[in-house]
């Protein structure tokens, strides 16, 4: 297996673990799935899913890296950079057509799609890029950082669109039996 199929077998799994995830926090109403997938149907809550299966995917990516004697560099930062990048590059994407057009899951689906795939694209190239030790530990932190983010905005959500879920008209999860 080369570092290119990988990175096909990567885009379909992270794509399908997407829709596990929609679905997780339902299934398993606790804290923990709370912070990882969507609490809610807002915009926001849904930047999860592709941060979380990208970030879910890549502990099998790297035993299949290893596994397989596949030569990679850069593998944490490549993580967190395909993981952080999917968060505004869906958004813009997404936003200007929501504003004309509201809300389609054909779209939505379409755009995460399209997302994941450039995404993992550019984890490709960051995997073969020189190492850069110290930039693969802050990268690590950053994803951390990332889920405590996400932890707080999902128990303290804003008063703003983007944390607004149109179906139950709430915010975040503070609304929510847990």
């Given at each position: 297996m080369t570092l290119k199929k990988l990175k096909i077998i990567s885009s379909i799994s992270i794509f399908l673990l997407c829709f596990l995830l929609h679905f997780s926090y339902q299934w398993l109403p606790n804290p923990f799935f709370a912070i990882i997938a969507p609490v809610n149907e807002s915009i926001w809550e849904h930047m999860k899913l592709i941060f979380t299966a990208?970030?879910?995917?890549?502990?099998?990516?790297?035993?299949?890296?290893?596994?397989?004697?596949?030569?990679?560099?850069?593998?944490?930062?490549?993580?967190?950079?395909?993981?952080?990048?999917?968060?505004?590059?869906?958004?813009?994407?997404?936003?200007?057509?929501?504003?004309?057009?509201?809300?389609?899951?054909?779209?939505?689906?379409?755009?995460?799609?399209?997302?994941?795939?450039?995404?993992q694209i550019i984890s490709y190239f960051i995997l073969k890029a020189k190492e850069e030790q110290l930039l693969n530990y802050i990268s690590v932190f950053l994803i951390i950082l990332i889920y405590i983010i996400f932890g707080y905005l999902t128990y303290n959500a804003p008063h703003n669109y983007l944390f607004f879920d149109t179906q139950e008209e709430k915010y975040g999860i503070n609304n929510y039996n847990v």
């Open positions: 990208t970030i879910l995917w890549s502990i099998i990516e790297i035993i299949i890296l290893k596994r397989k004697n596949i030569k990679f560099n850069n593998y944490f930062i490549s993580v967190f950079t395909s993981s952080f990048l999917s968060i505004p590059i869906y958004l813009i994407i997404f936003l200007p057509i929501y504003h004309k057009m509201g809300d389609s899951m054909f779209i939505n689906i379409t755009i995460m799609g399209i997302v994941i795939i450039f995404t």
